[in-house]
């Protein structure tokens, strides 16, 4: 239900309490980059966050050249490389 209608955190949270943490992690780790592959970046992130993995996220918008989406995430995420990362890219 959740995963059909996108809702990866929601999908995240349950299948934890039914499959457990490192099952559901495998599982939704290939998802997240079966959606990456297809260019749903998108919902490739919102998965990659929902269990933990901002930096797979970021990794991934680096690769596909969407700075924009990159710089936001590490903005978010670690905050304190953003001057660095900033410096590299002018």
Known sequence: ????????ADAYK??????GVDQ????YL???EELEQ???FKEAEQLYIS???PAKAIAMYKEANR??????LVEKYHGDRV????????
């Open 14 to 19: 349950l299948a934890v309490e039914f499959l």
């Open 38 to 40: 297809s260019g749903r």
């Open 30 to 32: 290939q998802k997240a």
């Open 1 to 8: 239900m959740y995963n059909k209608a996108a809702r990866w």
């Open 83 to 90: 001057e660095v990362i900033s410096l590299f890219e002018e």
């Open 67 to 72: 700075m924009d989406e990159m710089m936001k």
């Open 51 to 53: 269990f933990g993995e």
């Open 24 to 27: 559901t992690h495998e599982m």
